[in-house]
């Protein structure tokens, strides 16, 4: 099932909000951050697609190979990559327990309101991509970057 086919309206919207999440995040943590939720996810078709954007982008495969380990390889990543990393998995994973004060204050401390606003809005859509894309079988390996999939 091909939700743009079925729900056309709702694949639209869904579509716009994805655009205005992306407004005012760093390109690289966005994708690294849409993998990270993809993968915790098990959304193949989105791990694929994001990973090829982030490499498209100028990404390192050094670090797209360890961010399913990001806790261990944190000197990967910059401080504010960590923090953004670190909220995505708790926003992901809220059957294990609330966001933390703890998680959200250092994302607050390093992210300005506008800013993490944005980084949650960008959290959230990806996580309704990756409940599509599961849920409806999508297949990876066949996205191109600058392809709309």
Known sequence: MVLAE???EVYRALV?????A???VEPAMRELVKVRVSQLNGC???V???SKDALAAGESVERLMQLTVWEESRHFYTERETA??????AMTLLPSGPVSDEVYGRAAKLFGEEELAQLISVV???NAW???GVTTRMVAGHYQPGNAG
């Open 48 to 50: 694929d697609m994001h």
């Open 124 to 126: 959230t859509v990806i």
């Open 22 to 24: 992306r407004q005012g």
């Open 6 to 8: 079925r729900a056309p």
């Open 84 to 89: 953004a990393l670190e909220l995505a998995e």
């Open 44 to 46: 193949a078709f989105c």
């Open 16 to 20: 716009r909000l994805d655009a205005a």
């Open 130 to 132: 990756n409940r599509i």
